[in-house]
């Protein structure tokens, strides 16, 4: 069957079982065959389930699905959560005995581990905290249905993790999936935005028909197309530094439309009622996690400064 088919029925099958609930817990997803997808079509499983779970805000433990297949390990799913930095952190925040992080699920009974990424002298590094020692508890604020948990755990319980591969590994295929997750409600947040300018009326006509917003939304359209083409080349090249770029720009295309979007909707989109603000609180969240913007920006240029200008890829089409 072609990519594309496969794709088109993944997508279906996410948005009918959506209707049921937004938490896609490792059960719902192995009932949707995710595990055998990741097998068999990484790219493809990672780009159609994370863009949906971007446009339908969809929560759960996904994203650890990814680090884990990319990390290796005897680490199964179903069993390991993955600790991620606060945003701001490059790895697992540490105060005194203590390091501390977020993951996207509890950390329940049927959890046996939790692989942190622990600053050390010699770097970050990957290890493993016993379930039965970390403490989680929801975190609220900006997005409180992001199914987001603050876990806890002393340090002198974490030891080195068996994987085959370290958390710039992890990181990167993170980043990737984060990418595409933040294409997708982007593209929410644009399809809103249009929808509304296109329909609500100034002076007897249409609020898109002027140019200044016509050109806000553009540049926003432009943003969301390079973080597309970026988010391609990262799979193409398969290096930390592609997968920097492409959650730099998704995050930046993110950021651009939130803030033409809100200009175009006015007084509207501040509202409780409107339809606006879900999307954009969960943009807001995604947007800084493991690396805003800004944050991709200096270490890419950290990056180039260290080793020279190197080619990241050719954009699809393009030329070298």
Request: charged share 20%; with cysteine.
């Amino acid at each position: 069957m072609p990519a594309a088919d496969i794709s088109g029925e993944v997508r279906h099958a996410i948005a009918a079982a959506a209707k049921e609930s937004p938490a896609f817990n490792h059960a719902r997803l192995t009932e949707l065959g995710w595990d055998e997808l990741l097998e068999s079509e990484p790219r493809l499983a990672v780009v159609t389930l994370f863009e949906e779970m971007g446009r339908l805000r969809l929560t759960g433990p996904a994203l650890d699905s990814v680090v884990l297949a990319a990390v290796g390990g005897p680490y199964p799913w179903a069993t390991t959560r993955v600790l991620y930095p606060v945003p701001g952190q490059r790895g697992a925040s540490l105060a005194g005995s203590e390091l501390s992080g977020l993951t996207f699920d509890v950390v329940d009974e049927s959890i046996e581990q939790v692989l942190c990424p622990v600053p050390t002298p010699a770097g970050i590094e990957l290890q493993a905290v016993p379930a039965s020692a970390c403490r989680a508890v929801p975190v609220g604020g900006l997005d409180k249905s992001a199914g987001l948990y603050r876990v806890t755990a002393e340090v002198s319980a974490a030891s080195p993790a068996g994987t085959e591969e370290g958390w710039a590994t992890g990181l990167m295929a993170a980043r990737r999936a984060l990418a595409h997750q933040l294409i997708g409600v982007a593209g929410d947040l644009l399809a809103i935005v249009v929808g509304h300018v296109t329909v609500r009326e100034q002076f007897g006509r249409p609020l898109g028909a002027n140019q200044a917003v016509q050109h806000s939304l553009a540049n926003a359209k432009v943003e969301l197309s390079a973080a597309g083409e970026l988010a391609a080349e990262a799979w193409r090249t398969r290096t930390p530094l592609a997968a920097a770029v492409a959650k730099g720009m998704a995050s930046r295309a993110s950021n651009t439309i939130a803030a033409n979007g809100q200009q175009a909707l006015g007084a509207i989109g501040y509202t409780w009622e409107h339809s606006w603000r879900h999307p954009l609180r969960r943009a807001m969240l995604l947007s800084v996690l493991l690396g805003s913007a800004d944050e991709c920006d200096a270490e890419i240029g950290a990056t180039l400064a260290r080793t020279g200008v190197v080619r990241i890829g050719t954009v699809a089409g393009g030329q070298e």
